[in-house]
């Protein structure tokens, strides 16, 4: 079954704590995704990683970190979380350039 | 640096009504473009996708778009539309594994 697991779904966190938002994905896909959805923004590119440890910085990086040591895990970490990191955020997978995204439900983070 | 813009925010349309959703993009080299659905409160799902070959490609329930390299666009097509498909519809592009997403149009169908 082709699944994109994020955990958790909804996290409120006060301003100044660490935040981690964890995604996995059952396909063995290589490239995985981190993306923040915004009113009127939609879908900004945070991370992108290409296979275990070996990640690269998308449009809106700043603020953001990520890890990777597993095919089928892909973890975004947002350390000292601010209040304008309060957003929806999505992970993604596929199998390389050009193929098809398969998306996660999200995680709705509110940093208080 | 590609862009990919949508220019209606909000459409609306009576179920059985055709709609065509507007996609354009901005660059210099070849680029895969793709259409994306979001219900509400859920991940966006896979439409449709075109990298070459045959200018319209044919997706999911009935919706078809086509890529018109003359005008930069990608618009998409539903000839009869029905209530569930009521969701906020993106286009996306990209020449290697990052994507660009428009900002969304959000389709209303009204009974």
């Known amino acids: 079954d082709m699944k994109v697991t994020q955990m958790p779904r909804y996290l409120i966190k006060r301003m100044g704590e660490n935040v981690l938002l964890e995604c996995g994905q059952d396909?063995?896909?290589?490239?995985m995704y981190w993306y923040r959805q915004d009113p009127g923004l939609g879908l900004q590119l945070i991370y992108i990683s290409y296979d275990v440890d070996s990640n690269s910085e998308g449009d809106i990086p700043k603020g953001y970190r990520v890890s990777r040591k597993k095919r089928e895990h892909f973890s975004l970490i947002l350390d000292s979380a601010k209040t304008n990191q309060t957003s929806v955020y999505f992970c993604?997978?596929?199998?390389?350039?050009?193929?098809?995204?398969?998306f996660g439900s999200g995680t709705r983070l509110t940093v208080l | 640096t590609q862009t990919v813009s949508q220019s209606d925010a909000h459409v609306t349309v009576f179920e059985g009504d055709s709609v065509e959703l507007r996609c354009n993009y901005s660059?210099?080299?070849?680029?895969?473009l793709s259409w994306y659905i979001q219900h509400h409160g859920r991940g966006l799902q896979f439409l449709l996708k075109y990298y070459s070959g045959n200018p319209v490609v044919q997706g999911v329930n009935g919706f078809e778009a086509e890529f018109s390299k003359s005008d930069s666009s990608f618009h998409l097509r539903k000839a009869s539309v029905h209530w569930s498909d009521s969701a906020v519809y993106f286009c996306a592009g990209g020449s290697n594994a990052k994507l660009t997403f428009g900002k969304g149009t959000k389709l209303s169908v009204k009974s």
């Open positions: 396909m063995s896909h290589e490239t």
């Open positions: 993604a997978s596929s199998r390389g350039q050009a193929e098809t995204l398969y």
């Open positions: 660059y210099g080299g070849s680029i895969y």
